[in-house]
């Protein structure tokens, strides 16, 4: 058996191997329909949705390049002086609202900087399809979803926007997180006549092109886990025997249906494997201090909480059950889920679209070694590129994101040659391994917190938010704070 389900995922989308059917996003399909029931209602948006007519292709001049499509975004002018700051939120891979309800850390520091509040959606995420239904339908039109023409569609749409307000000499600040985070130092790299600064929120600009080893991703989560109790560890580790065995099993398949409450029969184990293996990805991604409903509605600390359920057992209990039992808290913290669905994927968060980014330029190979608690897996390159040609009929660049962005050797290159950007990071989230996790220079800064997720420092502040958290967050704002008052100066020596 090829064993893990071996991802390339990013940060929310799961993409199955080739050897497994059904290839998915199932994890997400059943924690996303919970967020969606306790998310809070639009009415209370303190956000104005507008369209923005982009261009299709930013790179030709051929005819078909000027095709016209609605870019969606998000404004708050509330507390914005006119010729404040402009912080924009370069969006990433899903719908534009999600992210803006997520990043409370900006609404939380307008009103210090006076800033005006910008969301821009990332073209074919949500609703910004440049060809409606069909945007995703064939490699033809997939060919214009790229992070170049993204960052291009954000230059040009800030422009206009400032254009509009007569606040051209607004300093703009960028801010995201994961992919997003990405955009938002790529967008500080590309275009410096544009933004004054970047904040980059569990930026894995470095899992690219085997800068980190191939074994971080799983073995950081293993560690998180292992932190949490070695038991539990342990436990889930022996789990995936017993999965297997279940294959030789005469009614196997039936039996794991009733045991993981699935709402329709199994069609394979993989399935089940799959969405063991998403819960504890996911929880580690936002093992957040506090009670936080992200990816799902869960606990402080939710890594502790799925170990505390394990560790719970009596001695001798089967590993399976007790790894289910700690899937069930990501799955159904919110009690309100009747049966589990394995393998029908739905994507209420308009996900769509990472696979394809994930089979062109966005390549991050991942294996997971023995040490890890999950089953290991040699990356099969050629077994990945195969799927994408047949999933999309597109070869995968490898090397493409390094060439255009760099990448490698990413200190000595950005200590002389760019600015203004603060990497930040939290060690339980496994993301943050590809991550810039050193100072590159006075102004290229890293910040680093051991007990952060990802991008823990972007959610709005909560009564229970511990000090370090705190202490990152005053670290940004202070650095914000004199980019800002530099871009000042300098302005007023050009007069
Ligand atoms: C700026 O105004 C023009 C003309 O009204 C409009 O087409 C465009 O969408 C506006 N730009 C933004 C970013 O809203
Ligand atoms: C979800 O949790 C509730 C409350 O604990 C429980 O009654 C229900 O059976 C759980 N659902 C599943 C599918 O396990
Ligand atoms: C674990 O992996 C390492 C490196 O790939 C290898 O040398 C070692 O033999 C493996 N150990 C086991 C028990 O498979
Ligand atoms: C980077 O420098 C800042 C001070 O400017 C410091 O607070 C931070 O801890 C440093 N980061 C790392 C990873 O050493």
């Not at 294959?247 to 699935?262: A, D, I, V």
């Not at 490898?398 to 962005?405: A, N, R, S, V, Y």
């Not at 060690?427 to 910040?447: E, F």
Request: charged fraction near 20%.
């Amino acid at each position: 058996m090829s064993a893990c389900l071996c991802l390339l995922f990013l940060f929310f989308t799961i993409f199955a191997e080739a050897t497994y059917p059904p290839g998915g996003f199932h994890h997400l399909s059943s924690s996303l329909r919970q967020n969606k029931k306790t998310s809070k209602s639009k009415s209370e948006s303190p956000f104005e949705t507008r369209y923005f007519p982009q261009n299709l292709d930013h790179f030709s001049f051929r005819p078909e390049s000027y095709k016209v499509f609605q870019q969606k975004y998000l404004i708050n002018r509330r507390f914005w002086r006119k010729g404040g700051p402009i912080f924009v939120y370069t969006g990433n891979e899903g719908d534009i609202d999600w992210f803006a309800s997520n990043t409370g850390f900006m609404s939380d520091i307008a009103p210090k900087f006076r800033a005006l509040l910008v969301f821009i959606e990332h073209r074919f995420y949500g609703e910004s399809t440049p060809f409606g239904k069909k945007s995703h339908k064939t490699a033809e039109t997939l060919g214009y979803l790229n992070s170049q023409q993204a960052l291009a569609d954000y230059a040009i749409l800030i422009r206009s926007l400032k254009q509009n307000l007569s606040s051209e000499a607004s300093p703009v600040v960028v801010f995201g997180g994961s992919y997003g985070g990405m955009l938002a130092a790529w967008f500080r790299l590309k275009y410096p006549h544009i933004a004054i600064g970047a904040l980059a929120s569990s930026a894995p600009i470095l899992h690219f092109d085997n800068i980190v080893p191939l074994a971080s991703f799983y073995d950081a989560i293993s560690q998180d886990f292992k932190d949490a109790s070695v038991n539990c560890f342990k436990v889930i580790k022996r789990s995936w025997e017993e999965l297997d065995a279940v294959s030789t099993m005469k009614h196997g398949l039936p039996e794991l249906s009733k045991k993981f409450r699935t709402c329709k029969g199994l069609h394979s184990i993989y399935s089940a494997r799959d969405w063991l293996m998403g819960a504890f990805v996911y929880t580690a991604m936002v093992n957040y201090a506090t009670t936080a409903n992200f990816m799902a509605p869960l606990p402080g600390y939710p890594v502790e909480q799925m170990c505390k359920i394990i560790d719970g057992f009596p001695r001798g209990s089967s590993n399976l059950d007790r790894a289910f039992a700690a899937a069930s808290l990501y799955y159904n913290y919110s009690g309100s889920e009747k049966c589990f669905e394995l393998e029908q994927p739905t994507d209420d968060h308009g996900l769509d679209g990472w696979g394809y980014q994930a089979c062109t330029e966005m390549v991050m190979p991942m294996s997971c070694s023995n040490q890890s608690m999950f089953p290991p897996y040699e990356n099969d390159y050629e077994a990945f590129e195969e799927q994408c040609m047949s999933k999309y009929g597109v070869k995968p660049r490898p090397h493409w994101i390094t060439t255009e962005f760099g990448g490698k050797r990413i200190e000595t290159v950005l200590k002389r040659f760019g600015s203004n950007i603060i990497f930040s990071n939290g060690l339980q989230d496994p993301w943050s391994r590809g991550g810039v996790l050193k100072n590159i220079s006075s102004s290229i800064i890293a910040l680093v917190t051991k007990k952060g997720a990802h991008h823990a420092d972007l959610r709005a502040a909560t009564k229970g938010d511990p000090e370090w958290l705190k202490e990152q967050r005053r670290q940004e704002v202070v650095i914000i704070e004199k980019w800002i008052s530099e871009y000042y100066r300098d302005l007023k020596e050009e007069e």
